[in-house]
């Protein structure tokens, strides 16, 4: 069923009706395409399993594939989640609200459609006023996933949300750009040892400075569909545009140098490419070039990934080339995770 997807753009002075607005439509069972600090989420009632149903019709996201859980206040939390570990309470005081998904035990007020049927619950607060006041208002905690159809680039914008969205969700927030532009970071405090799951803005490093040693439980490839991953998401295809991505990566030269070889190869041969860099120097070889950001910046190409994989596959071209030589500490880290999952193929040099 088509829907007509309301468009709210936030001003200075509309911020409480938009929220009033948007908070009736959360609590009628809706779905709110809203800005957050990483990416624009997709939320419902986290304890409306038909609203949450809608989210994965809305996405076609995989049924196995939990959401992550927005609250707005530690006593929202502590209905969704049967214990706080200390260590976890450490770290949703220094990175809360911001970036920062934590995996805990779940209570019995956590429907399974949205755990995906696990005992356990990703939780965040997210670092966004409006997200954080649509909560608040609507006296729901939201299941917000990426807004965008599952397995495409995530949303930076309201524009992208609507582009994969519109028509098969009720509302979107449009107010601006996300700042960070890549997920959060995803950490299990479940289990006996904290383990991250995804990297995000907050990185393993800093994490580490809090709580001591954490496993890295994730890797940069799509896992084998039979095998069962500790987060159910690392078994999918995630991020890709239609066009097919190869990744370079290796020192910045010898990148810049590839890039230009393969891009006059295949041009001859008759393919349209685009070029995904960090190097200015390439300007000259096509107008299907997007910038991401210089190499040393990886903060600036976090917020720019999304954004050009979606400009490259609007021009229609066939193949991305791109560059993955810029510095991959911190967010880098998260850039190259999600570029490698995005690709068809790693070309190391
Ligand atoms: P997204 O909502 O698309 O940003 O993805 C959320 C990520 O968190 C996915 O990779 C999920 O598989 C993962 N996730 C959510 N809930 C859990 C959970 N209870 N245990 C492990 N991973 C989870
Ligand atoms: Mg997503």
Redesign the pocket.
Known sequence: MELHTKIFKISPDNISDVIGECAEIIRRGGTVAIPTETVYGLGANALDPIAVKRIFYAKGRPAD????VHVASVEQLGHLVSEIPAQALSLMEVFWPGPL?L?LKRTDVVPDIT??G?D???VRMPDNVIARELIRVSAKPLAA??ANISGRPSPTSAAHVLHDLEGRIDAVIDAGNTCIGV??T?I?MSGKKPAV??PGYISAASIEDIIGEVEIGYNDHVTEEESVP?????KYTHYSPSATVLLLEGSHDLVQDKIREMYNDFTYRGARVGLLVTSTGLLSLTNDMFYLGSKDEPEEVARNLFLGLRELDERGVNIILADGSFNHEGVGAAVMNRLRKASEMIIRL
């Open positions: 594939n939990p959401l992550i998904t995996i755990t995906g696990l356990t619950v990703a996933p990426s997920e959060s995803v299990d799951l995804r500790r987060s159910p998401g690392m």
